[in-house]
C-alpha cells in the first residue's frame, strides 16, 4: 500500500508540474500578444507619415527557431503567416524599413525572395549570418553595415552587436539583431548607459520598431 500510496502521489507532482508549466506559457502568450496590440495601436495612432522601422532574425522557414526562442507558434507555418501580418500591419509603402539581417533560414532562394517581396515598405538590408542571395531588386540598398543620421541621432547598424560603435561616446545608438534577445535585454542596457538596443522580432512582440520608440525609449540617459 505504501508503494502504491507513493507512485500516485509522485503521479500527481508531474500532473501539477506539468499543469503549472502550461499556466506559465499561457500567459508568457498573452502577455506577448497583449504588448503586440498595443504597440500596433501605437504605430497607428501615430498617422501614416512617412516611418522609419528597424526589426531582422524573423527566420521565416525556420522550425527549430519557435522551440529554440519559445516563440508563440504551433508551427513554421503559422510563424511565417503571423510575423509578415505583424510586419505589413505596422510598415506602410512609403515607410523605409532596415533589416539586420537573418529574414529567412531553411528556405530555398525562390520561396525567400516571394516572402521578401511580400514585405512592405522601401527595405534597406544588412545581411546576417543566415541571408541568402536573394533578388537585390527587392532591395533599395544591401550592405554588412551602416551609418544613418535620423531624428537628430546617429545610428550605427549591423547584424551583430559590438561593444564599441562609431560616435559611441557623442550619444550615437548601436542597433543590431543576432543573439534573439528579449525585451530585459535592452532594459538592461538603457539601465547600465549602454546605447544599444536589438531590433530582432524576439525583443519586440514580433513587430518592427519604429525609431521614434527607440529615441523615446533611451530619452532621459545622460546625454540626451
Known sequence: MGQIANQMAL?????????????????KQKKEKSRGEKQKDEYIKRGRNKMVYFTCDLHLGHRGIIEMQQRP?????????CLLEHYNSVVQKNDTVYLLGDLCHHL???????????MKGKKILVRGNHDKIYDES??????????????????????YPMLSWPKKNSGSVH??????????YNRKNREDGIRRYDVGVDANAYYPVSVKRIVEFFKGQAGW
Open 108 to 118: 530555398p532562394v525562390p520561396q525567400a525572395n516571394e516572402w521578401i517581396r511580400r
Open 73 to 81: 507558434f504551433s508551427d513554421v507555418e503559422e510563424m511565417n503567416r
Open 175 to 184: 542597433l543590431h539583431g543576432h543573439i534573439h534577445a528579449g525585451e530585459e
Open 11 to 27: 503521479e500527481l507532482f508531474f500532473r501539477l508540474k506539468e499543469r503549472i508549466k502550461e499556466k506559465r506559457e499561457k500567459e
Open 138 to 159: 527587392l532591395f533599395e540598398e544591401i550592405c554588412d553595415f551602416k551609418t544613418i543620421s535620423c531624428d537628430g541621432i546617429y545610428f550605427a547598424l549591423m547584424h
